[in-house]
């Protein structure tokens, strides 16, 4: 039928057209018509929810002003050439009279919810170059009969669910330049015609199911600029051809089976700018001149990072972060002065410190080093990285103080230095940083009053859990409140504000590193460094001494981890191994702080430690143990409570060894507080941290929660080692410690009192019987000292007072009992000091020795 003579009321809006467009001719041809229908077909077997189409009416002849539509109107005919209805919120099938438009060069579907099979009826479509079906719902596999569009250049079917293989027959649409699959669901291996195509630059298959090789032939081509082929099942090596082609410079394998080496060629290459890699071995990357990114993110690398990396003079962005690269952090990475969009090293197992270098890289916008084991303290050149945004060194074993030099970051927005072991005062200066958006000090050791301006106007943009010793002013803040003495300063004026604390934490930097010079002339070496001298010991000398680790050898388990007892090859006597749990939260900073407390301390009722060992497990993780004499006796605890360890038989122990006990500790004690070059506090004082050896000689372990003092008895800055959070046990923790107190000497004082109670009562601090919210220690009270034998332990004094023996009562029960009560009040100042413990109870002894050598004890 020929439309030519079409009725009047279609054909004059249609001929006005014309007119005005003055050029165009009036010949209106059966294809013309058809590509009318084909529209109103396709419009009228979808669903346009948003009307859309509304413009596609068939009362309106001049299609070609239709949304999204476009004409050819240069020749004879009108022509739809191309069709764009990308992003119209339309669903339902691609109807299969898409494939009218036969003169149609562009379709653009993209961006809706079309549903089901790619329709094969798109072979129709022999003008096409640009189609465009992504992010839709289109299942099904990919038509053959779209090799039949032999004018193809862009094939973008990305964010589908499409599936099978991706035909073979596609490699013949030989002008095609961009095959964009990614976010499908295809299998099988990679077509390997695509390495044949001569204009293909860009090959996106990524994030798909399929195996198989890369193609041999993927390299002939010498157009490829971009090639994606990462988060599919690929195997095998990468292919060195891929090196041959003259322009890629993309080149992303991530996420998939690859295995081997990279090939030196690869390094060749003049063009690549970004590679990402994955499961190969860097052992030999070249020289890649103009390399811009490099992604290696993700991995599972480990040994340390190839050193020629820092010859790469180009490279903005280093990505190395999720590896399990080890050894020191790399100082030629912070000799790469063009980074200057991120360098992410987070993730991996880098210890020792951070470099000094780290100030070299004045472009960078954003550093992180987070989640590694890096020591020491921050370097102050990191205020030289004038640029950075974001610094991100959270989850390390960082000690020390916030540098002043971090005034001097102006740009920064996100700082997260939580999950180390920082401590002194909160600085001022961070008030300074106009542009800080978010700071998280989360899980340290800081401690006093934060300031109240800045960042720290708003609560929300301020991260401070786990610090026990910080106060606010801010009620905002969910912290105890300052002292009346902290807010003083409110009444004064803004100068005064910044002023006297810039000036203040001045003089405490000199006087701080006055101190660090003074005490790094006297600093022994530490444990660790000092393990040369003890003996070399080995994972699988542990294991073979645990028995791997056998159930059967082990003595205790404690918050970090486990203890076994086995024999050492190179001992003569069992030893007791304490073997970290490195999972558990805190443990690494566990075990520092006990080598750190250590390596200071040596005194007859500590317990002595015989090697240590920090290596690498077989299966590549990190392994910590402590080495200790193994104590034959067991714990304190055990002695006291036989009832809840399995042992109801065993003696109990008589009033004579319990003084003798009580008086190894207070000496023990006495020396960590006193004698001591920085005094130490334990922190964890307790009956299972006593050890007995077959003399029933007291040894007072485990310095897992230990910290050092300075001289003054408030936490040495920089000094402290210390778990982040203190933990301590519950009943033998000062009550001050509970309400954000500091830690002092007078905390052990309480729990060496509280022990001392349960050594004389029996009873511990947490027995169910206290629930009347009597303390042990009011119950002592209450009874002493007339009717102190009701609470005393009835099997002590079965032992060794007969009925009523008033001069044993008098001169050494009574007393005990007293320094017992004095030890534990509540308030700090009310306490005695260990030295003054330890004369009492020696003095308790004394008269002890003198009445039963004297006969008058049974
Ligand atoms: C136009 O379409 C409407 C409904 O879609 C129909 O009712 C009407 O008859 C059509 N008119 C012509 C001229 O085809
Ligand atoms: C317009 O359409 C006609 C018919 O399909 C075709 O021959 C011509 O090449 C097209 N012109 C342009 C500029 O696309
Ligand atoms: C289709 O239209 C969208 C805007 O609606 C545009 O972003 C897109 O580039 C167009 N597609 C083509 C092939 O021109
Ligand atoms: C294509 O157009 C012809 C008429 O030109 C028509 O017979 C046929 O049904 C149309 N095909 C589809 C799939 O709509
Ligand atoms: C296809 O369309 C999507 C969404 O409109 C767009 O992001 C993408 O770049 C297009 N693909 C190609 C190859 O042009
Ligand atoms: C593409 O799909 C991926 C997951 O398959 C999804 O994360 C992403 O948001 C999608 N992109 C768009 C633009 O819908
Ligand atoms: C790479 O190209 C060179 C010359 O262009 C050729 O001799 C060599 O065989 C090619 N290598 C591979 C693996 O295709
Ligand atoms: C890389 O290039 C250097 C010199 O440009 C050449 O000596 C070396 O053989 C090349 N290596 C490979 C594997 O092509
Ligand atoms: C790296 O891993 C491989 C295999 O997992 C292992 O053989 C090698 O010893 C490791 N190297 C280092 C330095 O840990
Ligand atoms: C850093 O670069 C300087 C000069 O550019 C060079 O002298 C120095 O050896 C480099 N350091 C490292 C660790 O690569
Ligand atoms: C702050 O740090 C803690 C510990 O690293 C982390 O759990 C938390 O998600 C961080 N909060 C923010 C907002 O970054």
Redesign the pocket.
């Known amino acids: 039928m020929i439309r030519l003579f079409a009725p009047c009321p279609k054909f004059i809006p249609l001929l006005a057209v014309f007119i005005v467009s003055c050029s165009l001719p009036l010949a209106i041809s059966d294809d013309t018509d058809?590509d009318r229908?084909?529209l109103l077909?396709f419009k009228s077997q979808i669903s346009d929810p948003k009307g859309s189409l509304s413009s596609w009416s068939n009362t309106s002849q001049n299609f070609c002003n239709w949304q999204g539509v476009s004409c050819n109107n240069t020749q004879t005919q009108l022509r739809v050439i191309a069709l764009n209805v990308s992003s119209k919120g339309l669903s339902g099938s691609i109807p299969?009279?898409i494939?009218?438009l036969s003169s149609i060069a562009s379709l653009d579907l993209s961006r809706n919810a079309f549903l089901g099979k790619i329709p094969s009826?798109l072979r129709r479509l022999r003008q096409i170059s640009y189609l465009n079906l992504s992010i839709n719902s289109l299942e099904g596999r990919i038509p053959d009969e779209l090799s039949s569009c032999s004018n193809l250049k862009v094939l973008g079917l990305s964010n589908n669910s499409l599936q099978g293989e991706i035909p073979q027959s596609l490699t013949q649409c030989t002008h095609l330049q961009q095959v964009i699959l990614y976010n499908n669901k295809l299998e099988g291996s990679i077509p390997t015609g695509f390495g044949t195509l001569p204009e293909l630059k860009t090959l996106d298959l990524s994030n798909n199911a399929l195996r198989g090789g890369i193609p041999p032939l993927l390299g002939s081509s010498s157009s490829f600029v971009y090639v994606d082929l990462g988060g599919n099942q690929l195997t095998g090596g990468i292919p060195e051809f891929l090196a041959n082609s003259s322009s890629l410079q993309v080149l992303r394998l991530t996420q998939n089976s690859l295995t081997g080496e990279i090939p030196p060629a690869l390094f060749n290459s003049s063009t690549l700018t970004t590679i990402y890699l994955d499961r190969l071995i860097p052992d030999s990357i070249g020289n890649l001149a103009q390399l811009t990114e490099f992604h290696l993110d993700g991995n599972n690398f480990n040994g340390s990072i190839p050193s020629n990396l820092g010859q790469w003079r180009q490279l903005e962005k280093l990505d190395l972060s999720h590896n399990s690269f080890s050894g020191s952090l790399p100082s030629e990475v912070f000799n790469i002065s063009s980074l200057s969009q991120s360098l992410d090293l987070s993730h991996n197992l880098f210890a020792g410190p951070i470099p000094l270098e780290i100030g070299n890289l004045i472009n960078l916008g954003s550093i992180s080093i987070s989640n590694n084991r890096l020591t020491g303290e921050i370097p102050s050149t990191l205020g030289n990285c004038v640029l950075l945004e974001y610094l991100h060194m959270e989850g390390n074993l960082l000690t020390g103080s916030i540098p002043q030099s971090f005034m001097n970051l102006k740009s920064i927005k996100k700082l997260d230095l939580s999950r180390n072991s920082l401590s002194g005062k909160v600085p001022e200066l961070l008030t300074l940083l106009s542009s800080l958006q978010k700071l998280n000090l989360s899980f340290n050791d800081f401690e006093g009053p934060i300031p109240s301006n800045g960042v720290f106007g708003n609560a929300s943009r301020v991260i401070l859990d786990g610090n026990y010793r910080l106060c606010a002013n801010d009620p905002g803040y969910s912290l105890p409140l300052c002292s009346e003495l902290g807010s003083q300063s409110k009444h004064k004026s803004t100068i005064l504000k910044i002023v006297i604390p810039i000036a203040v934490s001045v003089v405490i930097s000199l006087l701080c590193l006055m101190a660090v010079l003074i005490k790094r002339r006297k600093q022994k070496p530490s444990l660790q460094q000092s393990s040369v001298n003890m003996r070399k010991i080995s994972y699988e000398d542990i294991a073979k001494a645990t028995d791997e680790f056998s159930p059967t050898n082990l003595v205790g388990l404690g918050s970090f981890g486990a203890v076994y007892k086995g024999m050492l090859p190179f001992e003569t006597n069992p030893v007791a191994i304490k073997v970290f749990d490195l999972n558990k939260y805190g443990a690494p900073t566990s075990f520092n702080a006990e080598c750190e407390a250590l390596r200071y301390i040596r005194h007859r009722n500590l317990v002595k430690i015989i090697t240590l060992c920090s290596t690498i497990d077989p299966n590549g993780y990190d392994f910590k143990a402590l080495v200790f004499q193994y104590m034959p006796n067991g714990s304190l605890e055990m002695w006291l409570h036989p009832e809840d360890h399995g042992h109801g038989k065993k003696r109990f122990l008589t009033l004579g060894e319990r003084i003798s006990l009580a008086l190894d500790i207070a000496y023990a004690l006495d020396y960590l507080h006193n004698q001591c070059v920085s005094p130490l506090i334990h922190c964890d004082i307790k009956p299972s941290n006593v050890l007995l050896d077959l003399e029933m000689t007291a040894y007072v372990s485990d310095f897992g929660l230990a910290r050092f003092m300075s001289a003054n008895s408030t936490a040495a800055p920089g000094n402290s080692t210390s778990l982040a959070d203190l933990k301590g046990s519950i009943g033998y923790i000062a009550p001050e410690y509970g309400m954000g107190g500091q830690i002092s000497m007078k905390g052990d004082v309480y729990s060496y009192g509280v022990l001392l109670l349960e050594i004389l009562t029996g009873k511990r601090p947490t027995d169910e019987k206290f629930n009347d919210g009597l303390s042990l220690h009011d119950r002592v009270d209450a009874a002493f000292p007339h009717r102190v034998t009701e609470i005393l332990d009835p099997n002590m004094l079965h032992n060794d007072l007969d009925g009523g023996n008033s001069e044993l009562m008098q001169s050494c029960v009574l007393p005990l009992v007293k320094v017992a009560l004095m030890c534990s009040m509540a308030s700090p100042k009310d306490r005695l000091g260990m030295a003054q413990v330890s004369t009492e109870l020696h003095s308790i002894k004394q008269a002890f020795l003198e009445l039963s050598s004297g006969g008058k004890v049974v």
């Open positions: 058809t229908e084909a077909c299969p009279c494939g009218n009826e």
